[in-house]
């Protein structure tokens, strides 16, 4: 009974995660890792080059529970190319997906001063990824189950994302299109196409306020994820603030509050497990990071507000993270805005 269970839960989570994020999960790490991890058009955006690292761990009392770790690369090749890498692993319990992702970026200058930030950004990413369940510690000789056939099975697909972005002084508004190609699905031998509802779009939106003289700047955002598979929409309303200690230091944080609405469409209505996931879900994620001098640290937490619950011991993250200077040949002034977003 407990690895029908068990099985069931990694049904579910498999369900959530083939069929809804067939990319990379979106979680709130964008906040405390860099935008470039959701948006392709990020991808050399920044005035420096970037290194970050995540891992996600949640329920720490349960064993074998999901994780989630990602490592990412980007920057500028030239004055206006850009390029950027993604590694990721997610897991859960019998199934887990890896991939990699490569993007090529084009950013134009708008404005003839380049101190005056006025930009536009092209973002084009290609991905691979492999997923695996693994069945075998599933089977129960004294009480079989036909669903569970105890075989490690994997399939290979490609993804590609496309994006777009706008910045002027403070403000920004990023666009990207997930999954925008039908791909082909590499399970077993067979070779299937990618379901058109694995198409995801997110918009993305936010202005930075200095507040005072004493550097502290306010960062309201908010951003829009539609995923066509389950006709539902993600909002997450974001307040990021910045404060430096001196010249070296910046100490920043903020709170982050997801809400998940799903509309269950007359093809759906009929599946249990749709009827399940249906309805709202939320949560906050309070998240707390210093940059000092190149490096970057940052640690996020997670708290489900409703829902169905495993645990109450919430989902922890934390983002370690490098920015350098590569070809000083392409390098450009520092604008004189409060733009952390590309900074």
């Not at 000789?141 to 490609?158: F, K, N």
């Not at 509309?263 to 009929?270: D, E, F, I, N, V």
């Amino acid at each position: 009974m407990i690895k029908r269970v068990v099985f069931f839960l990694v049904a579910i989570s498999f369900s959530l995660s083939i069929l809804g994020q067939e990319g990379i999960p979106v979680y709130q790490d964008y906040l405390t890792s860099s935008w470039y991890l959701i948006h392709p058009a990020m991808a050399g955006a920044a005035e420096k080059e970037q290194i970050r690292l995540t891992g996600r761990q949640q329920w720490f009392d349960i064993e074998d529970a999901p994780s989630f770790y990602t490592a990412s690369i980007n920057g500028r090749l030239g004055k206006q190319i850009g390029a950027g890498a993604i590694v990721f692993n997610d897991s859960n319990v019998n199934f887990s997906r890896t991939g990699f992702y490569g993007t090529m970026g084009y950013h134009i200058n708008l404005n003839y001063r380049a101190i005056q930030l006025h930009q536009l950004s092209f973002g084009f990413s290609l991905g691979l990824l492999q997923r695996r369940l693994d069945e075998r510690d599933l089977i129960d000789p004294l009480r079989p189950d036909p669903i569970i056939t105890g075989a490690v099975s994997t399939s290979t697909q490609l993804n590609a994302d496309f994006g777009l972005a706008y910045f002027y002084q403070n403000f920004f508004a990023i666009q990207s299109f997930k999954n925008i190609f039908p791909s082909e699905i590499q399970n077993s031998g067979n070779t299937v196409l990618e379901p058109e509802g694995d198409f995801r779009s997110i918009s993305t939106f936010g202005y930075t306020f200095d507040i005072g003289r004493s550097g502290f700047n306010l960062e309201p955002s908010f951003s829009v994820e539609y995923a066509a598979f389950n006709n539902s929409i993600t909002l997450d309303n974001n307040l990021k603030t910045y404060y430096p200690l001196n010249n070296e230091t910046t100490l920043w944080g903020g709170l982050s509050y997801r809400i998940n609405s799903q509309r269950t469409t007359p093809s759906s209505a009929s599946n249990p497990l749709f009827n399940l996931i249906s309805g709202r879900f939320q949560t906050i994620s309070p998240f707390i990071g210093v940059d000092h001098k190149q490096f970057v640290f940052a640690y996020t937490y997670t708290h489900q507000l409703n829902g169905i619950k495993i645990s109450n011991s919430g989902f922890h993250q934390l983002t370690l993270g490098y920015n350098f200077e590569g070809n000083k040949k392409f390098r450009f002034s520092r604008y004189n805005c409060n733009c952390p977003a590309i900074k």
